[in-house]
């Protein structure tokens, strides 16, 4: 199993552009986040979902918007990138308590985006 | 609200001595506990839980852990360090809130822990 992966791992922005960050998992897990880590701030929840075809909103969920078609990818979008949005963003998954009830979540490698 | 602090941005040890990691937490009902370390470079990985039981809770590559609920802590332990060790350090709990948690979790600042030869 490849566990979490993320598509970009890099990636340079310019101030306005778009993109969109891809993650996939294949432990058929119910549960998936996005997270973006800054210095000294461990990390902050931006969206997460709970299972395919619903999102709901983390702790800093401005600017960025999510979908989970399927229920193995949640992608990571940001419509119109800015400075502030320079991180390490990392997504990660778990099972739901239905599934399993070790609670822990599995993280992806991350992508470290930048934004000049 | 829950929340999480790790009093310490670094923790310096010399290999082959004991090292302690320290975090408290804030939560409203029974605590969910995690440990993750990050290589550099690299994603989180999962060390060791709490959800209930012995307090003492024993992990991956030698880490152990010490639920304290009169003291809301929850100290990641080593005996004998190893220079591969170094790696940041994050302390997290789960977010149980109105939402039922979905197992999100809060995470600490997080804790650099430096292991010299």
């Known amino acids: 199993n490849a566990g979490v992966t993320q598509t970009p791992k890099f990636r340079v922005l310019k101030t306005g552009q778009s993109m969109t960050l891809l993650c996939a998992q294949d432990m058929n897990h119910e549960y998936m986040y996005w997270y973006r880590q800054d210095p000294g701030m461990g990390l902050r929840l931006i969206h997460y979902?709970?299972?395919?075809?619903?999102?709901a909103k983390g702790e800093v969920p401005d600017g960025y918007n999510v979908s989970r078609l399927k229920k193995q990818n949640f992608l990571l979008g940001l419509e119109s990138a800015a400075p502030s949005q320079t991180s390490v963003y990392f997504c990660a998954s778990s099972y739901s308590l239905g599934q399993d009830i070790s609670y822990e979540q599995y993280f992806g490698p991350g992508t470290r985006l930048t934004v000049t | 609200a829950q929340s999480v602090a790790q009093p310490e941005d670094q923790v310096n040890v010399a290999e082959g001595n004991p090292l302690t990691v320290k975090c408290t937490y804030s939560v409203s009902g029974n605590p969910y506990l995690f440990w993750y370390v990050q290589y550099p470079n690299r994603g989180l990985q999962f060390l060791l839980k709490y959800i209930t039981g012995d307090n003492l809770v024993k992990g991956s590559y030698g880490f152990e852990a010490e639920f304290n609920k009169s003291q809301t802590s929850f100290h990641l332990k080593k005996p004998s360090a190893l220079v591969s060790d170094s790696a940041l350090y994050f302390c997290a709990v789960r977010d149980g809130g109105v939402s039922g948690g979905y197992n999100k979790l809060i995470f600490g600042a997080g804790t650099r822990l430096a292991v010299h030869p």
């Open positions: 979902s709970v299972g395919e075809g619903t999102t």
